[in-house]
């Protein structure tokens, strides 16, 4: 007797063929705009005009419109930033690490996660630049470039200059990793461009696919580039949020002064952006149909890293506390007493809720699995993690060595404007992503649905 | 086809067809267009227009042309870029300081004080660093001006118009024999009484009036019925060694506190060798900068002025075996101790009462009798000319006025319709005056309802002279032509004296010539070396008689007695530490100073103790509006300030707010309270009772730049100790933080010993300061001196609420709490009566700086020398460096401060061109987002390393002098080059180098055992040294 083993579940479900799988995919490039679309767009591009508005207020007066003064020289912008940059971490993780694990459900959801880093980054850069008082002479005077002033040359020992790089180079081994997973789809949206007679589509997108063939020379060739990246690109995981996390492990600030920090952001780096890459997943699924490619398993599997991360967090924040009062040094531990008792302990409170306590819920399956739950918990996560950047940087520099220059940080129109201008831009960004380019990556869902004479529905089982 | 045989014709030329027509016929235009006529063409055209084009598209691209006239020729004493020093003198009514002035090609940028006078000793205080800026005041008058015609303009009137019109009003009023007053502040010049009395010598019914804003007219009346003659003696606090003053701030306010301060230092003034101080007693309602500074403070109730000083007079009358008086109340707290202090130290103690009432001064003389005080801390031989005003005299002439008994008053450079009480009084009155004049350099409230304004040039304009104290003569010269149309006041009076020769500098100088020159050597050299040195001392034969006191303390006492106990709240009225009586409340530098003790700046408000505010949460300056009833007064309406330190029960409002017609500064802040000083026995008494005090409902946020009081019990940022604990030879400073290392942790070093840094070696100079916490004040004349020197811009009302001072220098004013130190808490919570200390905080120019390494540009290093520079130009605004600074010194520019509209009013020395004249051409005006922050007046270190170079020597010690060094009275800020053990700093702080093999490393041990530096444990080795704070003070209250 043949023993067979349980076969298991397909990450793909509905029963989907390989030809199912370009045309649920592709008909959101072929089709007209929704009308939730066009909604959706409406509401982000007037989020994105009104910051507009703020940014140019901002760049015409000065960094003076925002709420800062001379003891809390950075509030919301760099909360911002470190948030943004937060979320752009999932991308990564999911493309490059789970890629490393041969983790396969990764398939599905790979796409938009990456294109969400790409998005995510291009609005944290938004807000180093925004920060800085003469950005007409910062934004480039901040790279070590070949000059005529002589020896004048970039500080190499300021974390703000390994933030540079680190973005950049992040930046850039995610778009590079990103576009090139996108050329075979590219290609099969040419292909069918061509079958249905839109010269105009077949162009443009043979153009953006490099005019590839899929021979199997490419294809070999595009695994193994695939594989190279996705090598690169997870040392960058790790390091992107350890150098942004130097920004304050390097200084001699009561709360930024901590050697957990590196660890500890990057957990909350994933945390966040699993988080984020859920609330666009959860709507995305709806709005184009794509319920049988991003499925509950999907769903459950990124809640577990949550729990995981969360907790990670949760750890870390404790430890903070615990060695705030073990050091003995009296302002680690005014800082932290004035973190949980002070005048921002709203803020703090709010951090510990939404980041420590909420994520334990998913211990639940139940909760796990619950869609409306997952969308709820997420969209709190990334409200939790927003505020632990607020935490450090605010309730740190509002109250550190000399009790003279204590003062407290109130947030103008301008501050809150500059924030929704990178939301307007993100789901801008991400709209159009949608609209014109395939969500899911098709030519890998391809490699795990099963195909032939094999039907995967439930009644192949014995 | 048939031919046609008609012909069309173009025009009646063609038609006829004539000659010239015909010449022309082939040309475009059969006759010549305009463009022809001008000799131009259309490539001509089209060349010009090319040419306009690029011409305006290159013009836009290039800066706009800012115009720097040469000199035609060049004054023999100005070098372009070499700073030139004049001396003369400050006077502003009855304050007086001989300054130094610095100018740059003709501009005065700065003051400093003139060390070669005896009475002012080189001190200054903000007031007078800050009457720089009045001289480049927009709103001073251009020139004279007549009367305004009903709605209109004033008329402008050329000197001679006016000079025409005033005079046949004089003849006029003389004519009939009509009344003439000259109303005038303290006069503290010889020469301009001397003019006065040429006037009054042309039109005899002339009256001089004399008033002053803080009067000190009771103690006038007190002397005068002790010894016989109204005067104020000279008082030399740096002989006494426990001193008591009942509500008088003589480092603030009172008659001389420049003077006051530089002797108040010496007796503060502890090291190993001489670890002896004054004792300090201060009662007092309000806290001012004297009872911060003082050992033992009291709250009391300013009707508890008099039984406290009668109950000291009773308690030392006893000891003395000398009959006492009645009254007094001895359960007033430190009264008993205070005695036997003054007691124990007779012939070296000092009493002082800020009363103006004559019978609590005559105690107070009565006691300073028993203690021996007069010939030793007080000489009534040496008699000083400040604060003369005359209170009754005043009532008088605003009771004459009224009357229409007065046909002709001139108000020489005074303000009575704002800062006299009866001021509105006044006002009205002056309709019905046949002449008013005022002499003013500003028009002022006063100058808006005379007829003729006849301004006077602004004090650094003009010659003058002054007599502060018996035999101490001072010369003011002018450092700058006059800006304006404007003429010398005594001018003006010598003019309608009908003087032939009315030119006031001659008349100063032959005045000098008849009073002071003794007939050798020649008069020139002797002008030159009394205008060279500002001063003239005539050497005093001091009297060795001291007059027996005669004064009746039985009749004061009881006086005092019957005075009614108050019901309601009392009132305080003083004047703040910034805009002090409100002469100069148009000058930015001092709106923006924050007053000492409350931080506030830009804002009038209400001073309540904690316990009367119990429903008020004055939290980061958001408080109520306070109504503040006076019987028989208009209610005043002010936002209040809780503090700390108040006698409950009592309120304080200073005075010099409520301008309306000062400039665009100071109108519309706050309210004036000259009017609710009332007259008690023919003086003005500037306390209040039965005053009614009610919150209403209107929120307000004070501009304050510190909201935070307490230090936090942090040890490392402030430390002090007593005069008992210090007296021990073996005193150490309390707090020596200590690190491990992982080596041996049970061996503990100091923080500086362990660092990851190699360290800098500095060869040449290493810069360093030491800041004496015990002799510092708190006053803020640096913070004024600092802000003029450094070209540090000035933000407004708004940008302080936003927290966005931009000083330099800061003095962190901390109180003490009552809570226990680890009680976080609690000791948020200053006490009720708290003890007060001032810190200096600028940049510490640290060695191992945390702004210098995380600056991605590096716009922030490190200079060879040990400062922390900033390079402006460099500088991208990331603000990282302030964010890493742990003294947070370092300061932003948020917006452009400079030529910007929105400035204007708060800013003027950037943002106009007058103002602008004021600014230190050695130091750059930051831009926009840019960093900035002390640099140790580097321009002063440039300058004298490269006079030393010039003159190829090398640089003396303490050739450099910081402008806040300069500007301190008190001594507290020494500067200097560590490297060189012969500077004033190397012997104050006893430094030696760590290492004497490499004697030029940043590492350096520091032997005065009061030396400390704020935050030391975390090892970023600032360059400023502070010193332990000593508190003359039992240890129980320790």
């Not at chain 2, 716009?859 to 402006?872: D, I, P, R, V």
């Not at chain 2, 948020?894 to 003027?908: A, I, M």
Request: charged share 20%; hydrophobic share 40%.
């Amino acid at each position: 007797m043949q023993v067979t083993s349980v076969v298991r579940d397909p990450l793909v479900t509905g029963g989907k063929t390989v030809g199912d799988v370009s045309h649920d995919i592709s008909r959101q490039v072929e089709g007209k705009p929704t009308r939730m679309w066009w909604m959706a767009m409406a509401v982000s591009f007037v989020f994105f005009a009104y910051g507009f508005y703020c940014v140019c207020t901002l760049l015409w007066h000065g960094v003076g419109v925002w709420g800062l003064n001379k003891t809390v020289g950075w509030a919301w912008d760099i909360t911002n930033f470190v948030w943004w940059v937060g979320i752009g971490h999932a991308g990564t993780l999911i493309s490059a690490i789970l890629l490393l694990f041969r983790q396969r459900w990764r398939m599905s959801i790979n796409r938009a996660a990456e294109a969400m880093t790409i998005f995510a980054v291009i609005c944290a850069a938004t807000f180093p630049l925004m920060h800085m008082g003469r950005l007409w002479l910062g934004f480039y005077w901040a790279l070590p470039l070949p000059n005529a002033f002589g020896s004048l040359w970039a500080n190499f020992n300021s974390p703000l200059l390994w933030d540079v790089f680190a973005i950049s180079t992040y930046f850039t081994v995610s778009l590079v990793f990103w576009y090139i997973g996108l050329i075979p789809d590219f290609a099969t949206i040419r292909d069918r461009a061509v079958v249905q007679g839109n010269k105009i589509r077949a162009e443009v997108y043979n153009a953006l696919s490099f005019g590839w063939q899929g021979g199997a020379k490419t294809w070999m060739r595009y695994e193994s580039v695939a594989l190279i990246l996705a090598g690169l690109s997870t040392p960058l995981v790790l390091s992107v949020h350890t150098i942004v996390s130097m920004d304050f492990a390097t200084s001699v600030i009561p709360g930024w002064h901590t050697t957990i920090f590196p660890p500890y952001f990057v957990a909350g780096a994933i945390f966040s952006g699993f988080a984020m890459v859920l609330t666009l997943l959860l709507i995305t699924r709806v709005v184009f149909k794509l319920e049988d490619y991003i499925t509950i398993y999907h769903i459950e599997l990124m809640n577990i890293i949550i729990i995981v991360t969360g907790s990670v967090v949760g750890v870390a924040y404790i430890t903070e506390l615990f060695i705030s009062w073990y050091s003995g040094v009296e302002y680690e531990g005014y800082a932290f007493y004035n973190r949980v008792q002070g005048p921002y302990a709203w803020a703090y409170w709010s951090m510990m809720t939404c980041n420590v306590i909420s994520p334990q819920l998913f211990w639940i399956k139940k909760i796990r699995t619950s869609i409306a739950a997952t969308f709820i918990l997420s969209i709190i996560v990334n409200i939790g993690m927003w505020f632990e950047r607020f935490v450090i940087i605010v309730t740190s520099l509002h109250r550190d060595y000399i009790p003279s220059s204590w003062t407290m940080f109130h947030p103008t129109m301008y501050d809150i404007g500059e924030y929704l201008f990178t939301f307007g831009l993100f789901f801008c960004a991400f709209l159009l992503f949608a609209k014109f380019f395939p969500v899911i990556n098709m030519a890998e869902v391809k490699s795990i649905i099963k195909v032939g004479s094999e039907k995967t529905t439930d009644d192949t089982h014995h | 086809m048939e031919e046609s045989k008609k012909v069309y014709w173009k025009g009646i030329e063609q038609l006829a067809n004539n000659p010239e027509f015909v010449k022309h016929a082939h040309e475009e235009f059969a006759q010549p267009g305009p463009e022809e006529d001008l000799g131009h063409s259309r490539r001509d055209f089209l060349k010009m227009m090319g040419f306009g084009v690029s011409a305006v598209a290159l013009a836009a691209c290039e800066a706009p042309v800012r115009k720097a006239i040469p000199y035609v020729n060049k004054p023999v004493e100005i070098d372009p870029s070499i700073a030139n020093y004049y001396a003369s003198t400050y006077t502003n009514g009855g304050d007086y300081c001989s300054i130094v002035v610095k100018t740059r090609e003709g501009r005065p940028i700065k003051i400093d004080g003139n060390a070669l006078s005896a009475v002012t000793k080189g001190g200054t205080s903000a007031q007078v660093e800050a009457s720089l800026l009045s001289l480049y005041d927009n709103s001073r008058l251009t020139g004279p001006r007549g009367a305004a015609a009903e709605g209109k303009k004033r008329e402008k009137l050329s000197w001679e118009d006016l000079d025409k019109q005033v005079g046949a009003k004089l003849s006029e009023i003389a004519g009939k024999g009509g009344q003439i007053r000259i109303v005038s502040n303290t006069i503290l010049s010889p020469s301009t009484r001397a003019a006065i009395e040429k006037f009054k010598a042309k039109y005899p019914t002339t009256q001089v009036v004399q008033y002053d804003q803080s009067s000190a007219y009771g103690i006038l009346k007190a002397n005068e019925a002790s010894f016989g003659k109204a005067f104020i003696p000279s008082y030399d606090f740096s002989k006494a060694s426990v001193i008591v003053s009942v509500a008088a701030d003589f480092l603030g306010s009172w008659i001389s506190p420049i003077e006051f301060t530089k002797q108040y230092a010496i007796t503060r003034d502890v090291s190993e060798e001489k670890r002896e101080m004054s004792r300090h007693y201060q009662f007092e309602s309000i806290l001012s900068i004297t009872g911060a500074n003082a050992d033992y403070r009291t709250q009391i109730k300013p009707s508890e002025e008099g039984a406290a000083l009668v109950a000291l007079y009773n308690l030392i009358a006893s000891k003395a075996g000398k009959p006492t008086v009645s009254g007094g109340d001895d359960k007033i707290k430190n009264v008993a101790k205070a005695a036997d202090d003054l007691w124990a130290a007779r012939g070296k103690a000092l009493v002082v009462a800020g009363s103006n009432d004559k019978s609590i001064q005559i105690i107070v003389n009565g006691i300073n009798d028993l203690l021996s005080s007069y010939g030793t801390t007080i000489d009534v031989n040496l008699p000083v000319n400040y604060r003369q005003g005359d209170d009754a005299a005043m009532a008088a002439f605003v009771s004459e006025a009224e009357g229409g008994k007065i046909d002709g008053v001139i108000f020489y450079n005074c303000n009575p319709v704002y800062d006299h009480p009866e001021g509105e009084k006044l006002g009205a009155a002056l309709k019905g005056i046949a002449l008013t004049v005022s002499t003013g350099y500003k028009e002022e409230e006063t100058g808006a309802l005379v007829q003729y304004l006849a301004p006077d040039h602004h004090f650094l304009e003009a010659w003058n002279d002054a007599e502060p104290k018996l035999n101490h003569y001072s010369l003011g010269q002018p450092a700058i032509t006059p800006i304006f149309k404007t003429r010398a006041a005594q001018e003006t009076l010598l003019l309608w004296s009908g003087e032939a020769n009315a030119d006031y500098f001659e008349f100063v100088q032959s005045n000098w010539k008849t009073w002071f020159y003794k007939g050798t050597p020649d008069f020139q050299s002797f002008w030159d070396k009394a205008l060279y040195d500002g001063i003239l001392e005539v050497p005093t034969v001091s009297a060795a008689v001291v007059p027996t006191f005669a004064g009746d303390v039985n009749a004061a006492a009881s006086t005092i007695a019957s005075t009614p106990k108050s019901a309601g709240f009392e009132l305080v009225i003083y004047e703040s530490g910034n805009v002090g009586n409100g002469s100069q409340a148009n000058n930015p530098l001092l709106q923006e100073l924050p007053d000492p003790i409350t931080k506030a700046v830009w804002d009038h408000y209400v001073t309540v103790s904690p316990k009367d505010a119990k429903d008020i949460n004055f939290a980061e300056s958001n408080t109520k509006y306070f109504t503040v009833t006076v019987e028989g007064k208009k209610p005043v309406k002010v936002p209040v300030l809780v503090q700390p330190g108040q006698t409950p029960g009592t309120i304080g409002i200073p005075v010099g707010y409520g301008r309306t017609k000062a400039g665009k500064v100071a109108d519309g802040i706050g309210q004036n309270v000259y009017p609710l000083l009332a007259t008690v026995n023919g003086s003005l008494s500037y306390t209040l009772n039965n005053v009614k005090f009610e919150k209403t409902n209107e929120d307000y946020q004070i501009a304050q730049t510190q909201t935070h009081n307490t230090y936090m019990g942090r040890e490392t940022v402030v430390q002090e100790t007593t005069l008992e604990k210090f007296q021990d030879k073996h005193w150490d400073r309390s707090f020596h933080p200590t690190v491990s290392t992982w080596a041996d942790p049970k061996h503990k070093v100091a923080p500086g010993e362990v660092s990851i840094w190699k360290g800098h070696e500095y060869k040449d100079h290493h810069w360093g300061m030491a800041i004496d916490l015990n002799t510092c004040i708190g006053c803020g004349a640096c913070v004024v001196a600092c802000n003029v020197e450094n070209n540090v811009s000035l933000v407004g009302r708004e940008e302080v609420i936003n927290r966005r001072e931009m000083h330099w220098l800061r003095i962190d004013r901390y109180y003490s709490s009552d809570a226990k130190i680890d009680d976080w808490k609690g000791i948020e919570e200053a006490a009720e009566n708290p003890e007060v200390v001032f810190q200096p905080m600028l940049c510490q120019h640290c060695n191992n700086a945390p702004c210098e390494t995380v600056c991605p540009v590096a716009a922030t290093t490190h200079s060879t020398e040990g400062l922390n520079q900033m390079t402006y130009n460099r500088c991208i605004g990331t603000r990282y460096c302030a964010n890493n600074c742990p003294y947070k010194v370092r300061r932003f520019n948020w917006f452009k401060y400079h030529d910007n509209k929105q400035f204007e009013t708060v800013n003027p020395a950037m943002n106009t061109d007058l103002g602008k004249m004021v600014l230190n051409p050695d130091v750059t005006v930051r831009s926009r987002g840019v960093m900035e922050k002390c640099s140790f007046c580097v321009q002063r270190i440039q300058s004298g390393k490269l006079t030393a170079k010039k003159e190829r020597r090398p640089m003396q010690e303490d050739e450099v002098v910081t402008a806040c060094q300069a500007s301190c009275s008190t001594g507290a800020i020494v500067f200097g080059d560590i490297n060189n053990p012969e500077s004033k700093i190397s012997k104050l702080l006893k430094i030696r180098p760590a290492d004497p093999e490499r004697p030029h490393r940043i590492d350096k041990i520091t032997d005065n055992p009061r030396a400390y530096q704020v935050l030391e444990e975390i090892g970023v080795k600032p360059n400023i040294w502070y010193l332990t704070k000593v508190r003359n003070k039992d240890a129980a209250k320790a």
